[in-house]
């Protein structure tokens, strides 16, 4: 009976004395440890002398469906050195859970809710499993703080929709995560640097972030001779913004007209026009071209959004800055002055936009993959409320 159950526990280290229940759903054996001696946390002197047991309770995986308990006979010794009495240990066991089912909590904890882990493996959820998880994650996050990171992605992430913000800092040669740090000011991104110290930060070449300047602050301070790339998807955003604005005025019909109040065909094609050129069939072109046709604006619009679409799909910074020449001409025809406000990020951010070509293309991009899944980890803990739990967990999706 033993030798079977042995077998069956691959427990290294440890021996079954019995089974105490078996039934449908529920499964107890009493186990002891293999080794005859205990070392004494006192004095360091090796102890035999057994003093009393102790039946402590651990949990295990499930067995066939079956909730597993080990009592373990748990031996206080006596050392015969100073005297005084401990509690052995051993490795197989930690803090009434095995190290097995531990691992197992801390990896249902990536793909369930940690209600659901602890309901699947009926444990305590706070005091054991986010325990173990925090645990993890804390090891994990020092562990590849620990490796110097060439290229750093920085970008912030809401706890809760459009809520709390953190800010998530990751490397952009492995694509991990580094860390997950409340708020999203200067502040936040300077304890990052502080606690990774001068040498980690020296070796940073490269760092994107979007256009905050809080962020912006931090990173000129800390990492003064990186280069500083703005992420060429946040730019691309405010791009768009100029032709959005040029649509909506010319979409506008007069109030005394029968509703919609807009042209419909104008608004169909929002998010045609801004596309890439590159990126067009046929159908759609033709499509806009009809629309470029009946609003010549539309047209110069539509040009300059793609000049700036151009400096980043250029070969090199000459390319970019030609670009960038064509786009200055158009809006020089004061056709567009929706326009505004892209020339004023251009002129502030300039130097950090087209750092994107002197920085092997440097982009957000593999932040996009780790946005994808924290968001599917709110929804799958139903939203955070607590900083560390969601870094935690944060940690170990990505
Ligand atoms: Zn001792």
Known sequence: MSDVMSVRLHLSGVRVRGVLVDSVDRLEVEVESTREWSRCPHCGFRCYKV??????????????????????????????????????????????????????????????????????????????????????????????????????????????????????????????????????????????????????????????????????????????????????????????????LVRREIQRRPADQRPPTYEPDLFRARFTLLRRADHLSDGHQAHLDRLFDAHPRLRTAWDALQELYRIYEADDLDGANEALGRFADLYATGQIPEYREIVDTIIAWGKEILAYHSSRRASNGPLEGINNLLQVLRRVAHGFTNYGNYAARGLLVT
Request: proline share 2%; aromatic share 8%; with cysteine.
């Open 51 to 244: 003093w009393d047991r102790r039946g402590k309770r651990v949990r295990d995986l499930e067995v066939s469906g079956r909730r597993a308990t080990l009592v373990w006979r748990r031996r206080r010794f006596c050392c015969g050195n100073c005297g005084e009495r401990h509690l052995e240990d051993h490795d197989q066991f930690q803090a009434g859970l095995t190290r097995r089912l531990a691992r197992r909590l801390v990896a249902d904890a990536r793909v369930m809710s940690i209600r659901a882990a602890s309901r699947h493996h009926g444990v305590g959820w706070h005091r054991n499993i986010l325990g173990l998880v925090r645990a993890h994650s804390a090891r994990v996050a020092q562990r590849r703080r620990a490796r110097p990171c060439r290229v750093l992605l920085v970008d912030e992430t809401s706890i809760r929709r459009r809520h709390r913000y953190v800010t998530v800092v990751a490397c952009g040669d492995t694509g991990e995560v580094l860390a997950m740090i409340p708020g999203r000011t200067k502040g936040s991104l300077t304890r990052f640097f502080r606690d990774q110290g001068a040498w980690w930060c020296r070796q940073v070449e490269i760092v994107v972030s979007d256009g905050s300047r809080s962020y912006q602050a931090a990173i000129s301070q800390y990492l003064p001779d990186a280069v500083h790339v703005l992420d060429r998807f946040h730019v691309a955003r405010w791009f768009t913004e100029g032709l959005t």
